[in-house]
């Protein structure tokens, strides 16, 4: 008996060591270090970027005692205005009155503004905050838990470009921040009693925070006290983009000019025309890559449409194949030569306005030309120009158009709600009602209203289906009607499409199908523009209409 209960004590005592274990296994907290080279990656000289809380992949460098910035990461996350020529190797700002210049020699109160290395262009951090809506906060050499000497230094940088509450509160008494919830994980570093945080993410135990002192990481509930919230307050001046207004419904109606005897048609083809307040002849178009252009402006038509009371935007476009225009315009010299030549074209034909038709321009293009938008505004705002800007409807292809920033910095953003189906595509209208609404919505989304114009189109296809091959030709209002007349083609009213729909059959085997624009498609095109609220309407082209349109369009 005696050995029994020596036995059953001696397990006891057994099961009280091993669950006394089991509990500091369980519920005592860990000292142990976390890795804060994991966290944060960037070594030597990088700096890690830590975007609204989020580490990023991108990394910044640390030289003359201050943080550059990639200029890619710049671009893609805080400022894509900031332009990198590679060319010239010079940055360039476009505010909404000057351009600010900078290459790699160009100092600051800090050091030199930017830095090109091996891996692309870095901005100091400084530099971005001057110009961009955001506060940062640079930490290194974190205090390791071991007290190493030898440590290696750890760079981040956080900056924040977000301006809504936070919760804050400060740290009760000396805590550890963990790298996860629970006190098993991994010890970031050690909070002093008073500590600031930000509650990021509270949940039943525990909170995720960022400390004042430059970390990320775990912190029980409890070990928090006086909680508040707080309204980060920004001292940042944004630019202002003035934009110009003709004060009035824009009715414009564009003007193919091909040559000088074009011109010398105005009235002629004016004649008629009601209700337009705008004329947009094409006469600017450039020639090569050097910054030149063609131009047909003439002083006499200007001083005819004006005593019509007409407003006259002059085109450029980038049509020659002469033109590349993401080689034009990725030259700051060129586009400095382009936009001096044009402004002096403008003032000495007193034009009222220029109007940028820059079409199937390649992705890569697309930086270049907004920069050139940029650029251009500036002079055109300091002399009354207003400028006004051409786009397809918006689509995941043509992004790169960049239609929130044209709004931004043009007066006038025009969608060409036509060429739904264009030639060497698939058979269809040229523009269906709600290619018209869906075009005009989507930019709506991205641009005020008070800048979007609706442009419609003059004119319709003729589709031709002959052993399997399909064409097309354009034609205008009139001569489809006449050819609807002349081969006596039933046409069907499509209420999906807003338009009529009628088919030839050809003795030939061929067979034709045209949707037709007429008075009744153009009346719900020009009803759908007004009612979206937009600033005004366009029309493709002036002579393919007949007269009695322009009571329906613009009553």
């Not at 057994?14 to 960037?42: H, K, N, Q, T």
């Not at 000396?174 to 509650?199: D, F, H, L, N, Y």
């Not at 935007?313 to 049509?319: E, I, Q």
């Not at 007004?530 to 009553?555: H, M, Q, R």
């Amino acid at each position: 008996m005696r050995r029994a209960a020596k036995t059953a004590v001696l397990l006891l005592v057994l099961a009280v060591i091993a669950g006394g274990a089991w509990i500091g296994r369980r519920y005592i907290p860990s000292d142990e270090a976390a890795d804060i080279g994991e966290l944060f990656p960037a070594q030597g000289n990088r700096v890690s970027i830590v975007w609204n809380n989020e580490l990023q992949e991108a990394e910044g460098i640390y030289e003359e005692d201050q943080v550059y910035l990639p200029l890619e990461w710049v671009n893609d996350s805080l400022n894509e205005r900031f332009y990198w020529d590679s060319g010239e190797q010079l940055l360039v700002y476009a505010l909404p009155d000057k351009i600010v210049y900078a290459d790699e020699d160009t100092m600051g109160s800090n050091g030199h503004l930017l830095r090109v290395e091996e891996d692309g262009v870095y901005l100091s951090a400084g530099l971005v905050s001057g110009y961009t809506d955001v506060r940062s906060v640079y930490f290194d050499n974190p205090a390791e838990r071991d007290g190493s000497e030898d440590r290696e230094t750890v760079r981040r940088i956080y900056i924040d470009s977000t301006w809504d509450e936070e919760q804050r509160a400060k740290v009760r008494w000396r805590a550890a921040i963990r790298q996860r919830g629970g006190v098993k994980s991994p010890v970031i570093t050690e909070a002093e009693a008073g500590t600031g945080v930000e509650i990021l993410e509270e949940m039943e135990n525990w909170s995720y925070v960022r400390t004042d002192t430059g970390f990320l990481g775990y912190i029980h509930n409890w070990k928090l006290k006086d909680r508040e919230t707080v309204i980060p307050e920004s001292a940042f001046q944004a630019p202002v983009y003035a934009s110009q207004s003709l004060g009035e419904r824009v009715s414009l109606v564009w003007h193919q000019v091909t040559t000088q005897d074009g011109n010398n048609r105005f009235d002629e083809m004016i004649d008629g025309v009601k209700g337009v307040n705008v004329v947009a002849p094409t006469w600017f178009a450039l020639t090569d890559n050097e910054g030149n252009f063609r131009s047909l402006a003439s002083r006499e038509y200007v001083e005819k449409a004006h005593d019509r009371g007409l407003q006259v935007w002059a085109l450029l476009d980038n049509f020659s194949g002469d033109v590349q225009t993401e080689v034009l315009l990725s030259s700051t010299s060129t586009r400095r030569k382009l936009i001096d030549s044009l402004i002096s074209e403008v003032l000495e034909y007193d034009i009222d306005g220029l109007n940028l038709d820059f079409e199937s321009i390649k992705p890569e293009a697309g930086v270049h030309y907004i920069q050139f938008i940029r650029e251009l505004s500036i002079d055109c705002r300091a002399n009354g120009i207003i400028l006004s800007v051409d786009n397809y409807v918006p689509s995941a292809y043509t992004e790169f158009y960049d239609r929130q920033e044209q709004g931004i910095v043009a007066d006038y953003v025009i969608v060409m709600a036509y060429d739904e189906h264009h030639a060497g595509g698939e058979m269809g209208t040229v523009s269906s009602l709600s290619y018209v609404q869906d075009g005009l919505a989507n930019t709506m989304e991205m641009v005020p209203k008070e800048k979007v114009i609706g442009a419609v189109p003059l004119y319709t296809r003729i589709w031709t289906v002959k052993d399997g091959e399909t064409t097309s030709r354009a034609v205008g209002m009139e001569a489809a009607q006449e050819w609807v007349e002349e081969n006596q083609v039933e046409l069907e009213w499509q209420d999906d499409l807003g338009q009529y729909y009628g088919e030839l059959e050809g003795e030939d085997g061929s067979v034709q199908y045209i949707w037709m624009e007429d008075a009744r498609s153009l009346a719900l095109k020009a009803e759908a523009v007004d009612e979206s609220g937009a600033a005004g309407i366009a029309f493709w082209k002036l002579g393919f209409e007949p007269d009695d349109i322009w009571d329906v369009v613009n009553p």
